[in-house]
């Protein structure tokens, strides 16, 4: 089933690892055959991964695009799930949705799925500093 992707201007996309990168015009397109395909909305550069989570959502992403490097990232991502458990072991329902995309090779699915995890840590965070603001100063 062929997709249709209509991009804004200077919009990018990412289609099995190629950047590209639209010009001043929107413009629509059609991807006749399956390929990995990421729109600039869904892309973590490796500077933003700056949280365990977010390193974890980089390196599905990497998983995704580059799959002659696919047992290397497998590498990294178990490593930084045992961190997050270890650290956050209410993430386990989160964890577990994304590994099983990861497990069947649907890691599309499985950028879905560490999206949530980036959500709750978001929110975790920003819980803790409230918390540390509502102090009272000695």
């Given at each position: ?113 560490a ?9 975790a ?14």
């Amino acid at each position: 089933m062929a997709l249709k992707i209509t991009l804004k201007p200077y919009e990018k996309l990412v289609i099995g690892g190629a950047v590209i990168t639209n010009g001043p015009t929107r413009c629509a397109f059609t991807v006749e055959n399956k390929v990995p395909i990421l729109r600039e909305k869904n892309i973590l550069s490796e500077s933003k991964a700056t949280t365990t989570c977010r390193k974890i959502y980089y390196t599905i992403q990497l998983m995704y695009i580059d799959e002659p490097n696919l047992a290397a990232y497998h590498k990294t991502y178990w490593n930084l799930v045992k961190l997050l458990l270890q650290a956050a072991p209410g993430t386990m329902p989160l964890v577990d949705g994304a590994s099983d995309c990861i497990l069947r090779n649907d890691f599309y699915q499985a950028l879905k799925a560490a999206r949530k995890l980036i959500e709750y840590e978001d929110k975790a965070i920003a819980l803790h500093k409230n918390r540390q603001s509502e102090r009272p100063a000695l």
